[in-house]
């Protein structure tokens, strides 16, 4: 079992940034991919970024590609979104979910292969 838990989220004006921090526990947090996704009423959960295990591999969604950026510190079991110059549509839910790989430099991109979430923190972004 892992426990993750987002935090980090807020309200700010377009153009701002915000950090958002998800701290894991229970498990060896190496062994897990790492990905952070949004979701906003009636939608669907949907992937923002990807880390692999070492961090080594990241992917993201076109819409945060140059603005975002995900990190990950092993040695303190969390992992990291960057986000720059916010827009009105980043406005969501944003979870972070840990994905049990095999293979190191695997990174999933579908909301089905993430084993654990957190229970999401709000980002609010006003134009």
């Known amino acids: 079992q892992v426990q993750l838990v987002e935090s980090g989220g807020g309200l700010v004006q377009a153009g701002d940034s915000l950090r958002l921090s998800c701290a894991a526990s229970?498990?060896?947090?190496?062994?897990?991919?790492m990905g952070w996704f949004r979701q906003v009423p009636g939608k669907e959960r949907l992937i923002v970024a990807a880390?692999?295990?070492?961090?080594?591999?990241?992917h993201y969604s076109d819409s945060v590609k140059g603005r975002f950026t995900i990190t990950r510190d092993n040695a303190k079991s969390t992992v990291y979104l960057q986000m720059n110059n916010l827009k009105s549509e980043d406005t969501a839910v944003y979870y972070c979910?840990?994905?049990?790989?095999?293979?190191?430099?695997?990174?999933?991109?579908?909301?089905?292969?993430?084993?654990?979430w957190g229970q999401g923190t709000q980002v609010t972004v006003s134009s």
């Open positions: 979910g840990a994905d049990q790989t095999i293979l190191g430099s695997t990174i999933h991109t579908i909301r089905t292969s993430y084993n654990y």
């Open positions: 229970g498990r060896t947090f190496s062994n897990y991919a």
């Open positions: 880390i692999s295990r070492s961090g080594a591999y990241t």
